[in-house]
């Protein structure tokens, strides 16, 4: 899905069919059945940004709001440009389930490896 956010271009997001019914069907557990799934990303360190998601009841003045269908993805104005050309999915296995985010795109931050700090830097 793609949208004009105003002064970034484009914002693609693309978000599974199984992710989009998942986040769907957690908002109506929750009571939420009018209520946005919020992506944002946390931190950097060594690893980059790290993605997280939430259930919201409303977006803030500076979000973004994507509407996919019965759900709408909403992202915060700092996480937007990390956000761009992300890919969400739901994943199933044996021990383990849950959203997953990964973003090929999303601009690098920070020192020697990324993300801030000075490992791999030579002294």
């Given at each position: 899905m793609a949208m004009?956010?105003?002064?970034?271009?484009?914002?693609?997001?693309?978000?599974?069919?199984?992710?989009?019914?998942k986040a769907i069907d957690l908002l109506k557990e929750r009571d939420l059945a009018d209520g946005l799934l919020r992506v944002f990303v946390m931190g950097g360190g060594c690893s980059g940004v790290q993605y997280g998601m939430a259930l919201s009841q409303e977006a803030d003045e500076d979000d973004t709001v994507l509407a996919l269908g019965q759900l709408s993805l909403v992202v915060d104005s700092q996480s937007l440009p990390f956000v761009h050309g992300a890919?969400?999915?739901?994943?199933?296995?044996?021990?383990?389930?849950g959203f997953t985010i990964t973003n090929s795109n999303a601009p690098q931050v920070g020192g020697g490896c990324g993300g801030g700090c000075s490992c791999g830097a030579r002294q």
């Open positions: 004009d956010v105003a002064g970034t271009g484009t914002l693609e997001v693309s978000v599974s069919e199984k992710a989009r019914q890919q969400i999915d739901f994943m199933e296995e044996d021990l383990k389930s």
